[in-house]
């Protein structure tokens, strides 16, 4: 069946630092992959979409490549911020759905 | 803040009770779909509705069922409870892409507790 999986334990980082969160797929090779954010008791805000034809993009200090080779996306944020301390969510996409991952939370230490 | 909006915001509900929860989609977007996230997890797809009708489905039971209406707004029904069924039940709207599921746009989420 398909999975997505990401890096269920939690990351800390130091303010300024690149935060490097890893998403892996098996058993299908989705057209897109989706990243979200999203904070304690809130829905998930919308960050990135890559498409499986691209390598990478970038949005202000946010960085997502997709790799089809190694079946992976990275996903860095630049000089971290502690306002930057969430949950990040990976997603699939099919036609008519997003498969989500588990997420992985970063917290940016000041 | 995306422009979707959920109703109520929290819920305590009995083992086998039914329960209606609401969304309002973003303006201009034509598909709703419904998602589960129990603690700790990441979204599960209930389902998707796309111009009032359901175009996609997944591992849930027949229990859970939605209504999109023709001012996009929608309603996810369960019924006959399950303690498991506690989560935050999140709607999210987007517009239907020919490549697939577009960018979502979350709605805060209704907290479903069910004792």
């Known amino acids: 069946s398909q999975k997505i999986e990401q890096n269920s334990e939690a990351l800390n980082i130091q303010e300024g630092k690149t935060a490097t969160l890893t998403c892996n797929y098996t058993?299908?090779?989705?057209?897109?992959l989706q990243w979200y954010r999203q904070d304690p008791g809130r829905g998930p805000v919308f960050l990135l979409l890559?498409?499986?034809?691209?390598k990478e993009k970038r949005k202000e200090r946010l960085k997502v490549t997709f790799d089809t080779t190694l079946k992976q996306s990275l996903f860095h944020i630049t000089a971290s911020q502690p306002a930057d301390s969430a949950t990040y969510l990976c997603?699939?996409?099919?036609?008519?759905?997003?498969?989500f991952g588990s997420g992985t939370q970063l917290t940016v230490l000041p | 803040e995306t422009g979707v909006t959920q109703s109520p915001t929290h819920l305590i509900k009995t083992r086998g009770q039914q329960v209606t929860l609401r969304c309002s989609s973003q303006?201009?977007?034509?598909?709703v779909s419904w998602y589960q996230q129990a603690l700790g997890q990441g979204p599960q797809f209930i389902f998707q509705?796309?111009?009032?009708?359901?175009?996609g489905r997944g591992n849930f039971p027949p229990r859970f069922s939605g209504l999109q209406f023709p001012n996009y707004s929608s309603e996810l029904n369960v019924n006959a409870l399950e303690l498991d069924d506690s989560a935050l039940y999140l709607c999210?709207?987007?517009?239907?892409?020919?490549?697939?599921?577009?960018?979502?746009?979350f709605g805060p989420g209704t907290r479903l507790t069910v004792t």
């Open positions: 997603a699939s996409g099919s036609a008519r759905q997003l498969t």
């Open positions: 058993n299908y090779s989705p057209a897109y």
């Open positions: 890559i498409r499986e034809n691209e």
């Open positions: 303006s201009g977007h034509n598909t």
């Open positions: 509705y796309y111009r009032e009708e359901e175009n």
């Open positions: 999210a709207s987007s517009l239907a892409e020919k490549r697939g599921v577009g960018e979502q746009y």
